[in-house]
């Protein structure tokens, strides 16, 4: 019984060290914590938030932050280094900031891709603006291969074997061709066109801007005029149509919703079909993106066909293959029909003509 007694006490004793032990590694640790952002980044943001006080260099925007789950660990979990005395004075570089100690898995297949060694994680990301890839708007995914690779050089290099090299660009951003990212769907961004007026190259509208032409209403509503998180065809044609956003204009990118970090060339983008043929079924699903104030993108779904009905709800996109659009090509094949009768009919009478004079001179007639 005594024996019993002792091994039910140590036990409880051994429970209650691992429980303290674990307890106080917590509270050692800068707060690794994936809970909310209350109390984990106030002090920081006290001076980082303004921009007077810390320059641009050292500036955060608050609201884009706190939306990352960078927040929700805290800013000590990184910068360690600037919780001493003396900050900010002092500024001593952290030795704890590594994004392999959390991103494990995507540093291990950077570190086999084409770019490893040549750019780092900072090169790509701004870590106070973490986004998922669905949140994230294609062209500004393309900005950030343009931190090192020039525009015109890759525009000249893929004009040597890409038909309409520019355009395809514009509607593609990098990785869907560079890496091996999945699930592509159609995005839909509202575009506003800057410089000269009918010449003024499009480029993505951002919050501030919509939210001045939407007004007190909500810059989905712009489109969404029923409000039922849903877009039709008919409300695509209304806000392309609309005199009330002039200036204003939707495009459509093909974006990857599940992208990886192997860069390198696949030969398989090369080949046309890839897009162009009886491609995945979610090259025809769509969304319409609009832009939140905190940096991100919000999704909404819209009616199948609008990649399909290319006057109206894309202008300025049209898919071959599965996502063609089947009465154009009915019309196409009739015009090429059409412009085969005459040659076709005129031969066919020629044949028959000199069957009948040859004929005649034989005296058969």
């Keep these: 019984?005594?024996?019993?007694?002792?091994?039910?006490?140590?036990?409880?004793?051994?429970?209650?060290?691992?429980?303290?032990?674990?307890?106080?590694?917590?509270a050692a640790g800068p707060g690794f914590s994936m809970g909310g952002t209350e109390g984990k980044n106030g002090k920081?943001?006290?001076?980082?938030?303004?921009?007077?006080?810390?320059?641009?260099?050292?500036f955060i925007d608050p609201v884009q932050y706190r939306h990352t789950n960078h927040a929700k660990i805290g800013c000590p979990a990184c910068h360690d280094g600037a919780v001493i005395a003396g900050h900010p004075a002092v500024r001593k570089?952290?030795?704890?900031?590594?994004?392999?100690?959390?991103?494990?898995?995507?540093?291990?297949?950077?570190?086999?891709?084409?770019?490893?060694?040549?750019?780092?994680?900072?090169?790509?990301?701004?870590?106070?603006?973490?986004?998922?890839?669905?949140?994230?708007?294609?062209?500004?995914?393309?900005?950030?291969?343009?931190?090192?690779?020039n525009n015109y050089a890759i525009m000249a290099s893929h004009a040597k074997w890409l038909p309409q090299a520019e355009?395809?660009?514009?509607?593609?951003?990098?990785?869907?061709?560079?890496?091996?990212?999945?699930?592509?769907?159609?995005?839909?961004?509202?575009?506003?066109?800057?410089?000269?007026?009918?010449?003024?190259?499009?480029?993505p509208a951002g919050y501030d801007e919509l939210k001045r032409v939407a007004?007190?209403?909500?810059?989905?509503?712009m489109i969404d005029t029923n409000g039922d998180n849903y877009i039709s065809l008919a409300e695509l044609r209304n806000f392309n149509t609309n005199p009330d956003y002039k200036g204003l204009h939707l495009q459509a990118?093909?974006?990857?919703?599940?992208?990886?970090?192997?860069?390198r060339i696949l030969d398989n983008r090369r080949d046309c079909l890839f897009c162009?043929?009886?491609?995945?079924?979610?090259?025809?699903?769509?969304?319409?993106?609009?832009?939140?104030?905190?940096?991100?993108?919000?999704?909404v779904l819209v009616e199948k066909g609008a990649v399909?009905?290319?006057?109206?709800?894309?202008?300025?996109?049209?898919?071959?293959?599965?996502?063609?659009?089947?009465?154009?090509n009915k019309i196409g094949l009739l015009i090429i029909l059409g412009g085969l009768v005459m040659p076709v009919g005129h031969g066919f009478f020629r044949f028959l003509s000199r069957n009948i004079r040859n004929r005649k001179e034989n005296g058969h007639e």
């Design 93 to 149: 570089v952290s030795t704890k900031t590594d994004c392999r100690i959390c991103h494990t898995d995507i540093a291990e297949e950077y570190a086999r891709s084409g770019h490893a060694g040549k750019a780092g994680c900072n090169g790509c990301h701004n870590p106070h603006k973490a986004k998922t890839p669905t949140e994230i708007c294609g062209s500004d995914l393309n900005k950030m291969c343009a931190g090192c690779h």
């Design 308 to 328: 399909l009905e290319s006057l109206n709800s894309t202008p300025d996109f049209y898919m071959t293959g599965k996502t063609r659009n089947s009465i154009l």
């Design 253 to 263: 990118m093909m974006t990857p919703e599940t992208v990886t970090h192997s860069f």
């Design 1 to 26: 019984m005594n024996i019993v007694r002792q091994q039910r006490a140590l036990l409880f004793i051994l429970t209650i060290g691992i429980t303290l032990t674990a307890t106080s590694t917590r």
């Design 167 to 203: 355009l395809h660009i514009e509607m593609l951003p990098c990785i869907t061709c560079h890496t091996g990212s999945v699930n592509y769907v159609i995005n839909l961004y509202i575009i506003n066109r800057q410089g000269i007026p009918h010449l003024g190259k499009f480029v």
């Design 276 to 299: 162009h043929a009886s491609g995945p079924g979610a090259m025809q699903t769509s969304y319409v993106a609009v832009p939140k104030e905190d940096g991100t993108f919000r999704k």
């Design 44 to 58: 920081c943001l006290d001076c980082h938030a303004t921009q007077g006080k810390v320059g641009s260099k050292f």
């Design 215 to 221: 007004g007190k209403k909500d810059i989905l509503a």
